[in-house]
């Protein structure tokens, strides 16, 4: 029951500031540009701020480009009007010589503008685009919702407006 509200209260706080913004932001100046769009936070900081419901309200009212690995990619659905692709992007950082910190969140796919860039099986040789397991990828997206893995770890939740491999 602890874990239903906590996963609701998330939703709520990162949920409310999309519901209230214009559907339409104009970024025609660089400081409109710099308050929509979010350059300096990492994946790390994603992460870390994944139990801190005021840290996700921010996070949530901007635009994130992060960067990481693609992990693992699901495929559950590639019909148009049911498009739903998950794709869990990792990243870490050594700690001294003795251990690494390993960063984590979910990225959604949920428009069939994406169904070029992944695929449920990887063909022998995959175009430039193609996106596949282990490719270094771009994203960027809007923090929508905070998830627990079966360890009690809590993910945060991207829903990708474009990504793109980097190569």
């Known amino acids: 029951m ?3 509200f906590r996963a609701l209260a998330v939703l709520a706080l990162v949920a409310a500031p999309a519901m ?3 559907s339409a932001v104009s970024l025609d100046t660089p400081s409109a540009f710099r308050q929509a769009v979010s350059l300096e936070v990492s994946l790390a900081d994603v992460s870390r701020a994944a139990g801190d419901m005021e840290e996700l309200q921010a996070l949530a009212e901007r635009v994130l480009v992060l960067d990481g690995t693609a992990a693992s ?3 559950y659905s590639t019909e148009p009007d049911d ?3 998950e794709v869990e992007l990792v990243g870490g950082a050594w700690n001294g010589l003795d251990s690494v910190e390993m960063y984590s969140a979910y990225v959604i ?3 069939p503008v994406f169904a070029d860039r992944v695929a449920e099986r990887v063909p ?3 175009p430039p685009e193609l996106i596949v397991r282990n490719d270094r990828i771009l994203v960027a997206g809007r923090l929508v919702s905070v998830a627990e893995t079966p360890e ?3 993910v945060p939740v991207i829903q990708a407006f474009d990504i793109r491999g980097l190569r």
């Open 20 to 22: 209230t913004q214009e």
């Open 124 to 126: 022998r040789d995959p």
């Open 2 to 4: 602890k874990t239903l």
């Open 83 to 85: 498009f739903y692709v």
């Open 73 to 75: 990619i699901t495929v």
């Open 152 to 154: 009690g770890t809590l």
């Open 109 to 111: 796919l949920d428009d």
